[in-house]
């Protein structure tokens, strides 16, 4: 609760400083675009403070600071590589962000002042210490969309300057602490900066970001149980928050490899940048860009066995429309049903995505999902079919309360499926939490007092009166014909009070009766005044 509270203060705290920064650059550009430039700022800040935190303990027994080792001829190769091999890019001496600022704020004469062409060329010398490195992957195309020659930052290298200026120096006075990686700074200020501004810097690009309640659901149902991971994947990662989240979530708090895959230019950057913001090494995790349900990353480039997960989370687009070809009806990952997908509704297309990437000794998945999914007919029912019957890996489904999204006001729930049901192979969970939410101005919040209750129903397997239900596979298959339809198995009816008709209507002649002394008195009066 402590921690609750203080990430809260920390995201109050960040709120206001990101408004500040907005109202510098609102009156130039769209909200779509100048969130990539503060986002960006505050990403190069952290890779700036990351090579001066990593410099300073390698350089303490050698009694020389970052600066003379960089200008030592001999000293210089080896720092070098030091920062490339453990931080996988190099910031030089004189593009630390604090000597940015530092030439802001406080120049020494004209010729020190701060330029644009400065942080540009502090970028591009950052982009290109990673060229031919293997940590390339995870650098290449980092900043692309911060435009700093972009007219909408002003049509002179001055007025560039001045308003990038006052974005960095904001930036700087932003208080986050490098060794805190619970809270999520990048992925907060995101989140923020969408709501600040008539949300459509959220919905042009179709970039999605989970809020904190659905999040930590889907993380503590996958890894329930679990010390520790060797993977784990989110197919439509955004910006990587719930990919993240997992971590949090084990025992050990350790995940051998994170792989991610992003449809989204911008937020695909932004998933990468998120990463490395958590303190998780370049060669710790895969990002790819490209569109999951036609062009699977994780077959294509990942070693011979690591495409099977341990842990896969996942927010996808809700009812995306997608080809649905019939050469997919080769692609193993949608064979197995016989059908696919719809045109106008993908969302059992990426459920089928991950159910293929499932490691077969102990793979999890945790998926929000509209309703739809449990329900609708036609290649939707003989898909349900295929993953209940012929796989047997669907383990609970769980109903969450309506507009706990951003930019849709749907209910949603969650599946959760496992390679091993641990026993339960014979029967499927339902829980009904629609209405386990904190009422918000522009949306629900799903609190951690509703988790854990969600939690706890999901833990103890049990019936539990209008809220839970163990449905045995007979249940399913014979009674429901594969509906998944959340009311068929946990009865959520409230019994209204009984009505007395003869009170009622006593009450009514009452009313009656009281409405035309009323209006006999006012006629009264209005007759004495010869009206």
Known sequence: MADSVKYQAQANELSQKLWAIANDLRGNMDASKFKNYILGTIFYRYLSERTVLYMEELLKDDGITYKEAFADDE??????????????????????????????????NDEDRFSIEDLERAISDLTGSTMGQPSSKAFDG????????????????????????????????????????????????????????????????????????????????A???????????????????????????????????????????????????????????????DIYKGDTLTDDMYEKRNRPGDEKLT???????????????????????????????????ADLAFLEHMVYHMD????????????????RGGAEETIRKYIIRDLNRLDAVIGLPANLFHGTTIPVCVLVLKSKRNGNSDNILFIDASKEFKPGKNQNILEDAHVAKIMDAYQQRVDMDKFAHVASMKEIAEDNGYNLNIPRY??????????????????????????????????????????
């Open 360 to 375: 077969d000794d102990d793979g999890r998945i945790a998926v929000l999902l509209p309703h739809g999914v449990l329900f």
């Open 75 to 108: 000293f210089r190769p080896v720092v070098e590589e030091w920062s490339l091999s453990k931080l996988g890019y190099v910031i030089k001496p004189e593009n630390l962000f604090t000597e940015l600022v530092r030439k802001i704020v406080k120049p020494v």
């Open 490 to 531: 946990v009865d959520t009816f409230e019994e209204e009070e009984e009505i007395d008709i003869q009170t009622v209507r006593r009450e009514l002649v009452d009313i009656a009766t009281k409405k035309q002394a009323a209006i006999n008195k006012v006629n009264a009066g209005l007759k004495l005044l010869g009206l």
């Open 311 to 345: 842990i896969q989370v996942c927010n996808p687009p809700y009812s995306a429309k997608w080809s649905s070809d019939k050469k997919y009806e080769e692609d193993p990952r949608y064979s197995g049903a016989g059908k696919l997908a719809p045109k106008s509704y």
């Open 223 to 285: 890894t329930d149980g679990l010390e520790e991971a060797k993977s784990a994947g989110d197919c439509t990662c955004g910006s990587a928050s719930m990919l993240l989240e997992v971590q949090k979530h084990l025992t050990k708090q350790r995940v051998g490899h994170f792989y991610g895959q992003e449809k989204n230019a911008t937020t695909y950057n932004l998933a990468r940048m998120n990463m490395l913001m958590h303190g998780v090494d370049w060669d710790h995790f």
């Open 142 to 221: 980092l900043f692309n969309d911060m435009r700093l020659q972009d007219p909408d930052l002003g049509d002179t290298v001055s007025g560039r300057t001045a308003l990038i200026g006052r974005v960095m120096s904001r930036v700087a006075d932003i208080d986050f602490d490098l060794q805190d990686s619970q809270f999520d700074v990048l992925g907060t200020a995101y989140m923020i900066l969408i709501g600040l501004f008539a949300s459509d810097a959220g919905k042009k690009g179709g970039e999605f970001f989970t809020p904190a309640g659905p999040s930590k659901l889907c993380a503590m149902l």
